[in-house]
């Protein structure tokens, strides 16, 4: 199975707020982030023998729990900007599934470390002239003591909320990707930036 660790604040925590429930119309972004928390976090202290002796266990957990609730595509398409128009099918697949990988791995890594943290939910915010909402939550005591602000930009697609940035402490994780993937495919192309990220997520996690 490929996985791998990424060192990156961006991404920590970011699993609380994700479960297989399906939110329909009538539910808001933030009742998903609310009532889901609850499920994941409870999910992960029950069955915390089995994630600390079945390292593959967490991963099953993932894809359970976190994939359906990402809109990796729209993701994907932000994060390599031009490079994704220009790039070909092929290429836009393989790329999917490798930016797939690299935060799922991140998830996984970082997935038990405050599970034992309060969250604060604020209200969601939405603007008029937006297709976005944004849900600001906060878990208490997460760096130094302090309260640490995890953001969520979500889009409403198909009859249920889903993912298209996180923000740690105001760091967009969209934003933070496309500056240094940006590079990468302007001094080696797209192909080189694709197989870099496919021989991280082959590493064995830590």
Known sequence: MKRHVVVSSILVTAIF??????????????????????EVV???????DKIESDPDYIFLLMDQ???PHFDFQTMSRAVLGAAW?????EQQTA??????????????TNLTEYSDNQIVFHP???????RFVLVRTEVKGAVNNNPLPIDYRMHHVNGKWMVVD??????SLVSTYR?????????????????????????TPL
Do not use: C, H, M, W
């Not at 297989?20 to 539910?27: E, R």
């Not at 128009?85 to 099918?89: E, G, I, L, N, V």
């Not at 790329?95 to 996984?108: D, M, Q, R, S």
């Open 17 to 38: 707020f994700f479960s297989q429930l399906v939110y329909g119309q009538s539910g808001t972004a933030v009742d998903l982030v609310k009532s889901t928390t609850i």
């Open 42 to 48: 409870d999910r992960i202290k029950t069955d915390r």
């Open 65 to 67: 729990l976190v994939v």
């Open 85 to 89: 128009r220009s790039a070909s099918s």
């Open 95 to 108: 790329f999917l599934n490798e930016f797939k990988e690299l935060l799922i791995g991140t998830y996984a």
């Open 124 to 130: 969601d915010e939405t603007r008029p002239d937006s």
């Open 166 to 171: 996180v923000a740690v402490d105001k760091v």
């Open 179 to 203: 500056g240094s993937f940006r590079s990468e495919i302007n001094n080696d192309g797209l192909d080189s930036l694709i197989a870099k990220l496919a021989e991280k997520n082959n590493r």
